[in-house]
């Protein structure tokens, strides 16, 4: 999201040689949305893919749709969602024509819908997986309930929801504990919070924890957050959404780091602002 035009509006030569230091580096998943950009995100990338030399086989493309903008490239009139058979198959036919591929390895609802109807989604997903065009089928901010409602009709493996250290409900409200006992995978979008673009008690105290245990595990304060999330039992992936080479390296090195668990408690303890019960 953050490459294109919402974000850093990084050229298409820019954007190739930031797939290949990604891929270099160990990041080899890129998550897109159809609506990113204003809809342009997903066709610069395509393009710059195909510059990169980075081969399809090499990485792992992301997709969501279902969110319906009011935009210059759009006719609607009020940002909504549609789930209807027609509008997901056109989703994905463009997304896959804008990222230059035959497949998308995940593909996403945005958001859930109140009138979202699980028998219609399901016949449409099922199709696109039997055609090759779709490999793995997921949500995005989804309940445990709303999960269980699609997940009556088809095979949910992920669901994709806001989740860091200035956002963890997900630990609290059933979220992440549906998706464990149901073989979700979750991932984590905005994992690094609020802690650098906000100033306030909360991520004062974060941030007082954060340098103390930088300087304990000798890494950067960002690769301790990410590290913090990746401890969950859950599995979780974090999306990070940086386009600076050294943040980006910082997040693969969370991988080498097993916070011991009374430092875990201490960045939770932080972001409350009292111990646990």
Known sequence: ??????????????????????????????????????????????????????TREEIHL?????IQLVSENRSNSIKHYNYSEDYIIRCAEESLRHLK???LDTFLLHRPSPLMQPDEIAKVINQLQEKGKIIRFGVSNFTPSQLELVSNSIKVSVNQIEFSLTHHEAMQNGTLDHMVLNNIQPMSWSP??????????????IKEVLSTLSKKYNYPEDTIMLAWILKHPSGISPVIGTTNKERIKNAVKALEITLETED????????????VP
């Open 1 to 54: 999201m953050s490459w294109g035009k919402w974000g850093k509006k990084l050229s298409i030569n820019e954007q190739a040689e930031l797939i290949r230091y990604c891929v270099e580096n160990g990041i080899t998943s890129f998550d897109h949305a159809d609506i990113y950009g204003d809809h342009t995100t997903e066709s610069d990338f395509g393009k710059a893919l195909k510059k990169s030399g980075v």
């Open 62 to 66: 992301i997709s969501k749709c279902g």
């Open 101 to 103: 591929t035959d497949y």
């Open 192 to 205: 690094l919070g609020k802690v650098f673009k906000e100033k306030n008690s909360q991520t004062k105290r």
């Open 264 to 275: 875990w408690f201490k960045l939770l303890r932080a972001s409350q602002g009292h111990d």
